[in-house]
């Protein structure tokens, strides 16, 4: 296979500016020349790349949409951008920054005192701090306001209590965002818990089937005690826990489009490449070019939607729907093409030494997390309609 | 150490390029452009450099408007400033045309060493450097790997032929052409990008620089490689016959 050069069908990136093409260019030469060599053996073994953590930091892609502290200071295109280049590479690769960055980090810098910025921005900027965002419970999933994690008022602290589940770099960070019900009433709040405290666990989950390169754990707290200048003091209500959420969304649809990209672009080539019948390519093939049609029309589809999503929110015109109809559009469509890409190969389709069954299997995560496809179907139906369905 | 580093901006590699309709060209449109592998290796030598000596490092280019973006990948990368001799005439310009307006505007600052790529990717004379030292009188020396600035004067390893290699020793300020693949090129860094805004950016018109439009060489016709296939039988016992045809593997179709 050649070098990934992008997929472009009609112009896009004349509507990119130099810096964002620029800013493209180093995520797209970062991935291929850094991540994409090792990918395949860490997602067989269940591994992350930690090699990676420290290019990664110096070049800049932890927080890379944030202002200060060391950050870049990215626009958001030229953010999703990144995220694109990233889930090229592996869904693992864009969740990695992404739960840095637009969670962690993003948490602590809109929801944070001046003090915890400026301890934890640098450091988390460097990859000198991991984080990681607890917000999930193993029985609150699509409905997080049901939380049952409680920190209780104690002494000029709080004691925490519960447990959490998928949460990406669990067992990797040294700072966790943790949501939480307030002593007995049912007021939900954002903590910062550094994870060597007594009573913090975190436990790997092993044999996913999808994102195998990504670090999944389930965190228990049991009795932690945190002082109270460790609660995050902008961060009251689920509002501002699903805000984090909206923002590392939309780096979801700009990865998923990258994942697309990486499953078509090979299956373009390997059917340019294979050969049947009479020594003919097998994209000479009606019905194969049929299925090349429909994959780069709803790649092109993704861009431009995208594209014009993320300048709103640059303009600060961006509303929590447009996000919600991107990240459910494009990681459907992603994992449609990832299908038919897989099937174009045939037989070698379902090998490891083409990244297409790799990414289909990410997918399958990406349509179900940070919303499931159904949880964005009832938020887009409701600001359609002004009728919530959700219960 | 002033260093000025020469790069180009040139089609992408994999760019499928076909005539214009004088045939004197490719056609561009539609094509994305990239920095000239060789003078990112130049680019980034010159970077070395100057974290290592200290000092300013300038990336200059003489080419049309769009090729501002690759100067501006210069400076995200650590260049400190940038010249752009801009005109439409260097698309398709010859290699002294270049020189002369690179030498313009370099002979006007101080300048301790110039580095330039081996040669660019799409005209591939390999003689931009060596005309540009000439036009500003310096001494040079091509296809250069390794350059030791510690003293006084410039001690450079240069590449021969058959893997002979050459030390040589040159004074200050000289021209050096850089052989690629002799470095581990950087990324720009995010943060890199941003500030490259706020840099120096010079433009400079040919004009402005007193320079005409000489053209010394002209492109008579561009096409794409003819395909052919040609069949011969070779004649004889089958060892005259293995014999003709280890002369024309390694001879005709250097395979061996």
Redesign the interface.
């Known amino acids: 296979m ?2 990934f ?1 992008g997929v472009d069908f009609m ?1 896009f ?1 004349s509507l990119l500016s ?2 964002e ?3 493209r ?2 995520a797209r ?2 991935v291929e020349d850094r991540f994409i060599p090792l990918i395949t053996r860490h997602f067989r073994e269940g591994t992350f790349p930690e090699e990676l953590t420290a290019p990664i930091a ?4 932890f927080g ?1 949409n944030l202002d200060g502290y ?1 950050c ?3 626009s958001n295109v ?1 953010y999703g951008l ?1 995220m694109q280049e990233m889930e090229r590479g592996d869904t693992a690769l864009r969740s990695f920054v992404s739960v840095q960055g637009s969670l962690s980090m993003y948490a602590v810098h809109s929801y944070g005192s001046d003090e915890q910025k400026a301890r934890w921005l640098p450091r988390m900027q460097q990859g000198k701090a991991m984080g990681c965002f607890a917000l999930t419970e193993p029985n609150f999933g699509s409905n997080p306001g049901g939380m049952i994690t409680r920190a209780v008022p104690d002494g000029d602290g709080y004691v925490v209590n519960g447990e959490k589940t998928w949460i990406t770099n669990g067992s990797v960070a040294d700072i966790a965002v943790i949501w939480a019900k307030v002593g007995d009433s049912d007021r939900i709040q954002g903590f910062l818990v550094e994870t060597d405290r007594p009573g913090f666990t975190a436990v790997d989950l092993h044999n996913k089937l999808s994102m195998r390169a990504s670090t999944t754990s389930a965190v228990g707290l049991s009795n932690v005690r945190i002082p109270a200048e460790n609660v995050l003091p902008g961060a009251k209500g689920l509002k501002a826990a699903l805000g984090c959420l909206t923002n590392a969304r939309l780096g979801i649809a700009w990865g998923a489009i990258g994942a697309a990209m990486a499953c078509y672009d090979c299956a373009r080539q390997y059917a340019i490449l294979r050969t049947q019948f009479d020594d003919r390519p097998i994209a000479s093939h009606q019905l194969v070019q049929a299925e090349l049609a429909d994959m780069i029309t709803e790649i092109t589809k993704a861009q431009f939607i995208t594209l014009h999503a993320t300048r709103l929110k640059d303009r600060g015109r961006s509303h929590h729907a447009h996000v919600s109809m991107i990240k459910r559009g494009n990681a459907a469509m992603a994992l449609d093409v990832a299908r038919r890409a897989r099937d174009l190969l045939g037989a070698n389709g379902i090998t490891d030494e083409y990244p297409i069954f790799r990414h289909m299997c990410n997918l399958e995560t990406v349509k179900t997390y940070e919303g499931t496809h159904n949880i964005h179907t009832l938020v887009l139906g409701s600001h359609v309609t002004g009728i919530h369905a959700f219960t | 150490m002033n260093i000025f580093v020469c790069v180009k901006q040139v089609m992408a590699r994999d760019s499928v390029l076909r005539p214009n309709e004088t045939g004197t060209w490719a056609v561009d449109d539609g094509v994305s452009f990239e920095m000239n592998e060789p003078d990112t290796f130049a680019l980034e030598e010159a970077l070395r450099l100057k974290e290592r000596h200290g000092g300013e490092v300038v990336a200059i280019t003489a080419g049309p408007a769009r090729s501002a973006s690759t100067l501006r990948e210069a400076l995200a990368k650590g260049a400190d400033r940038a010249i752009h001799v801009e005109g439409n005439r260097y698309v398709e310009s010859d290699a002294y045309a270049t020189a002369q307006a690179l030498a313009a505007a370099i002979r006007r600052e101080p300048h301790d060493l110039v580095l330039t790529g081996l040669q660019s990717d799409d005209a591939g004379f390999g003689q931009t450097g060596v005309i540009l030292a000439e036009l500003l009188e310096l001494p040079h020396a091509t296809i250069i790997m390794e350059i030791d600035a510690s003293g006084g004067q410039l001690r450079c390893k240069r590449e021969l032929e058959a893997g002979w290699f050459q030390t040589i020793t040159l004074p200050r300020p000289a021209l050096l052409t850089i052989q690629s693949g002799i470095n581990k090129v950087r990324y720009a860094t995010l943060m890199g990008i941003k500030r490259a805004r706020r840099k120096p950016f010079r433009r400079y018109s040919p004009d402005e620089l007193g320079i005409g439009e000489p053209v010394h060489q002209r492109v008579r016709s561009l096409y794409q490689p003819r395909q052919s296939k040609q069949t011969e039988f070779l004649e004889g016992s089958s060892q005259e016959v293995a014999a003709k045809l280890l002369n024309k593997l390694r001879f005709e179709a250097r395979v061996l």
């Open positions: 050649f070098e050069r112009e990136d130099e810096e093409l620029l800013v260019q180093t030469q970062f110096e070049l800049g892609f890379a060391g870049a200071g990215l030229e990144v």
